[in-house]
């Protein structure tokens, strides 16, 4: 999975290929956080809030309001009081790292992308799930998500083999395109292009009309850029590039790369330069969802979620996946499979009340309060796929087309993807640079 993000999509959205792999998000802001500062707090303390009430540590913006609804019928139907803390994106690795250092964890809380959660769930402050999805649980789950949720065997993160997290949304990473600004220059939002060409084609005509033709955050980079790159490799092929085997100097990662070249020689990315920082994702966002100054971007499902609660009014835009390479030698597959979801405190004095509303919470009929309420694509199989909105049809129609690669970019590389495609759009590294970049960060890693 991925990214998606993940993440009320300002930030962490574990993107696109899980814990195990790439977190979606659907916007990931976090790195990894250092793990010898949780370990060192690691041992001792039970964590856990005082009192009486489950305390829920919520990283999403866009989902907070379905939560809270949701934690208020809990607490009716079993007696269970569960307070939602709400922290938001922005400080929401600050605190739990914070709280994780002084012993002081909450009974449950959001994950995000795998770079910024293993370090709390090598120090133990995660329930290992894995025995509680066999049977039942986990049979309510579509495959994709708990097989991008499992940390396997020798995984970069040297997380004990495992799954830690439960969620309820299945997310993916593409296209969302402002429908009016479409129709306006004669395009047909409904349809997707057939073909990248085609796709640059219409940003042109977008931009001659005076609006922002495309843009993407630099922080999702990586996800643009893997998900590109399934048009030339299979799984095992990306994978082997992230684990090393592979060099990132393939004729493969070079076509892939290009594409940022030609959208860029194109003069279709929105003011020339990619938006960076904790805040590019929301930056990016905003001028589509709340100003409506760019035509389309790259983003994760959970920005829908986003739009309801910040530009509730705008609601005419569409989805697709990132369109096909005209020279790809692969079906492409989009970068997804788990999004929002928690994990559990194990040390806390709550750790059973707090399992029991997760799973609830991960059931078919409360997943189907988040697709209606967020919206968003659930990650039960039992939900009916008219609960998905028109705006993630385009998206939710190749939902079964998930990248499924059992390891991760690793922190150092991805870092350098994501300074190396800025660097390629202003034009400051070559293609080739870029890969070389790519292969000293991996060897040195």
Same mark, same amino acid.
């Given at each position: 999975?991925?990214?998606?993000?993940?993440?009320?999509?300002?930030?962490?959205?574990?993107?696109?290929?899980?814990?195990?792999?790439?977190?979606?998000?659907?916007?990931?802001?976090?790195?990894?956080?250092?793990?010898?500062?949780?370990?060192?707090?690691?041992?001792?303390?039970?964590?856990?809030s005082?009192?009486?009430?489950?305390?829920?540590?919520n990283?999403?913006?866009?989902?907070?309001?379905?939560?809270?609804?949701?934690?208020?019928?809990?607490?009716?139907?079993?007696?269970?009081?569960?307070?939602?803390?709400?922290?938001?994106?922005?400080?929401?690795?600050?605190?739990?790292?914070?709280?994780?250092?002084?012993?002081?964890?909450?009974?449950m809380y959001?994950?995000?992308?795998?770079?910024?959660?293993?370090?709390?769930?090598?120090?133990?402050?995660?329930?290992?799930?894995?025995?509680?999805?066999?049977?039942?649980?986990?049979?309510?789950?579509?495959?994709?998500?708990?097989?991008?949720?499992?940390?396997?065997?020798?995984?970069?993160?040297?997380?004990?083999?495992?799954?830690?997290?439960?969620?309820?949304?299945t997310?993916?990473?593409?296209?969302?395109?402002?429908?009016?600004?479409?129709? @306006? *220059? &004669?395009?047909?939002?409904?349809? %997707? !292009?057939?073909?990248?060409?085609?796709?640059?084609?219409? $940003?042109? /005509?977008?931009?001659?009309?005076?609006?922002?033709?495309?843009?993407?955050?630099?922080?999702?980079?990586?996800?643009?850029?893997?998900?590109?790159?399934?048009?030339?490799?299979?799984?095992?092929?990306?994978?082997a590039t992230?684990?090393?085997?592979?060099?990132?100097?393939?004729?493969?990662?070079?076509?892939?790369?290009?594409?940022?070249?030609d959208?860029?020689?194109?003069?279709?990315?929105?003011?020339?330069?990619?938006?960076?920082?904790?805040?590019?994702?929301?930056?990016?966002?905003?001028?589509?969802?709340?100003?409506?100054?760019?035509?389309?971007?790259?983003?994760?499902?959970? @920005? *829908? &979620?986003?739009?309801?609660?910040? %530009? !509730?009014d705008?609601?005419?835009?569409?989805?697709?996946? $990132?369109? /096909?390479?005209?020279?790809?030698?692969?079906?492409?597959?989009?970068?997804?499979?788990?999004?929002?979801?928690?994990?559990?405190?194990?040390?806390?004095?709550?750790a059973?009340?707090?399992?029991?509303?997760?799973?609830?919470?991960?059931?078919?009929?409360?997943?189907?309060?988040?697709?209606?309420?967020?919206?968003?694509?659930?990650?039960?199989?039992?939900?009916?796929?008219?609960?998905?909105?028109?705006?993630?049809?385009?998206?939710?129609?190749?939902?079964?087309d998930?990248?499924?690669?059992?390891?991760?970019?690793?922190?150092?590389?991805?870092?350098?993807?994501?300074?190396?495609?800025?660097?390629?759009?202003?034009?400051?590294?070559?293609?080739?640079?870029?890969?070389?970049d790519?292969?000293?960060?991996? /060897?040195?890693?």
């Amino acid at each position: 999975m991925t990214r998606f993000h993940t993440a009320g999509s300002t930030g962490p959205t574990a993107t696109t290929t899980g814990p195990s792999r790439r977190g979606f998000l659907l916007g990931a802001i976090g790195t990894g956080l250092a793990t010898t500062s949780l370990a060192a707090c690691g041992s001792g303390g039970s964590g856990g809030s005082g009192g009486s009430e489950v305390v829920f540590m919520n990283q999403s913006r866009g989902q907070a309001a379905t939560l809270k609804a949701l934690a208020e019928q809990y607490t009716k139907q079993s007696g269970v009081k569960i307070r939602i803390d709400d922290v938001g994106p922005t400080d929401f690795l600050t605190k739990l790292q914070s709280s994780s250092q002084s012993r002081n964890m909450p009974d449950m809380y959001s994950v995000v992308d795998g770079h910024s959660m293993a370090p709390y769930y090598k120090v133990g402050w995660a329930m290992d799930l894995t025995d509680r999805m066999k049977g039942g649980w986990g049979d309510t789950f579509r495959p994709a998500t708990l097989k991008t949720t499992t940390f396997g065997a020798d995984n970069p993160q040297h997380v004990k083999p495992g799954i830690y997290s439960a969620h309820w949304e299945t997310p993916a990473l593409g296209i969302f395109v402002n429908a009016a600004m479409y129709k @306006a *220059v &004669g395009l047909d939002p409904d349809k %997707a !292009p057939a073909s990248m060409s085609e796709f640059i084609d219409q $940003l042109r /005509k977008i931009k001659k009309s005076g609006k922002g033709p495309f843009w993407f955050a630099t922080s999702l980079s990586n996800q643009v850029i893997q998900s590109y790159a399934s048009n030339y490799m299979t799984d095992d092929e990306l994978n082997a590039t992230f684990v090393g085997e592979n060099s990132w100097k393939s004729e493969g990662w070079r076509k892939t790369l290009q594409l940022v070249v030609d959208l860029r020689d194109a003069g279709v990315i929105a003011t020339g330069s990619l938006p960076s920082g904790t805040t590019d994702n929301p930056t990016v966002e905003k001028a589509f969802f709340n100003t409506q100054g760019v035509a389309a971007i790259f983003d994760g499902t959970s @920005a *829908v &979620g986003v739009a309801r609660a910040t %530009a !509730p009014d705008f609601t005419d835009f569409r989805s697709f996946p $990132l369109p /096909k390479a005209d020279d790809g030698t692969q079906a492409p597959r989009m970068v997804g499979g788990a999004a929002k979801g928690a994990a559990v405190n194990p040390r806390s004095k709550k750790a059973a009340k707090a399992l029991k509303f997760l799973q609830w919470l991960t059931a078919p009929d409360q997943q189907q309060a988040f697709a209606k309420g967020v919206p968003l694509i659930p990650s039960a199989r039992a939900v009916s796929e008219k609960d998905i909105p028109e705006q993630l049809t385009g998206i939710a129609a190749k939902i079964s087309d998930i990248q499924l690669v059992q390891n991760q970019i690793l922190e150092q590389v991805n870092t350098a993807l994501q300074k190396g495609t800025q660097a390629l759009v202003l034009k400051e590294r070559t293609v080739d640079q870029v890969l070389g970049d790519l292969d000293a960060a991996q /060897k040195s890693a």
